[in-house]
T-cell receptor, first 111, second 113 residues
Framework: GENVEQHPSTLSVQEGDSAVIKCTYS??????FPWYKQELGKRPQLIIDIRSNVGEKKDQRIAVTLNKTAKHFSLHITETQPEDSAVYFCAARGGYQKVTFGTGTKLQVIP | GAGVSQSPSNKVTEKGKDVELRCDPI?????LYWYRQSLGQGLEFLIYFQGNSAPDKSGLPSDRFSAERTGGSVSTLTIQRTQQEDSAVYLCASRSLLSYEQYFGPGTRLTVT
């Protein structure tokens, strides 16, 4: 089955700096890669996603890149703000539509 | 419109008791997922329903866990003879047939004492 690894597990950045979270996956049939943000005590919410036919996608301060050959994808947050502090999960969806999540990255933005 | 709802929001039960957790997906969403999130951990896939197809049960950790989806809508996750290691937040998510995005419910926090 699919295996998704996520690094780092914790990340602290100064406000205004960039944050990068990286994930790798194992199943070459995976075709959809969402990123979720989970604030303390709340449900995960989709912040950006990318499909396997696209190499990069941007939405304001957030961008995701995908390297299908290397089977890795990354989340980039620029100009970080305190409200970006949360746990971020990457995920990969395979051919059978099962979604496998990474173990999460706790991002702390220091004012 | 209404999002995914789950009940109860919190459940405290004694070890050995059975519990039922309920998920109401977004109306019209044909896909429904159950996940388990232990404290400070990631989301562990449990089971996936898609329309009338046989569910993907590959994530259920033991035969004490089962789930049903009646009428293609509401789903119930049942844990029999609960153990302390079952303590976690159980999250439900639904998705429409033509979309990739999953919408999560608020979760049920299960505590087994």
């Amino acid at each position: 089955g699919e295996n998704v690894e996520q690094h780092p597990s914790t990340l602290s950045v100064q406000e205004g700096d960039s944050a990068v979270i990286k994930c790798t996956y194992s199943d070459s049939a995976s075709n959809y890669f969402p990123w979720y943000k989970q604030e303390l005590g709340k449900r995960p919410q989709l912040i950006i996603d990318i499909r396997s036919n696209v190499g990069e996608k941007k939405d304001q301060r957030i961008a995701v890149t995908l390297n299908k050959t290397a089977k890795h994808f990354s989340l980039h947050i620029t100009e970080t703000q305190p409200e970006d502090s949360a746990v971020y999960f990457c995920a990969a969806r395979g051919g059978y539509q099962k979604v496998t999540f990474g173990t999460g990255t706790k991002l702390q933005v220091i004012p | 419109g209404a999002g995914v709802s789950q009940s109860p929001s919190n459940k405290v039960t004694e070890k050995g008791k059975d519990v039922e957790l309920r998920c109401d997906p977004i109306s019209g969403h044909t896909a429904l997922y159950w996940y388990r999130q232990s404290l400070g951990q990631g989301l562990e896939f449990l089971i996936y329903f898609q329309g009338n197809s046989a569910p993907d049960k590959s994530g259920l950790p033991s035969d004490r866990f089962s789930a049903e989806r009646t009428g293609g809508s509401v789903s119930t996750l049942t844990i029999q003879r609960t153990q302390q290691e079952d303590s976690a937040v159980y999250l439900c998510a639904s998705r429409s047939l033509l979309s990739y995005e999953q919408y999560f419910g608020p979760g049920t926090r299960l505590t087994v004492t």
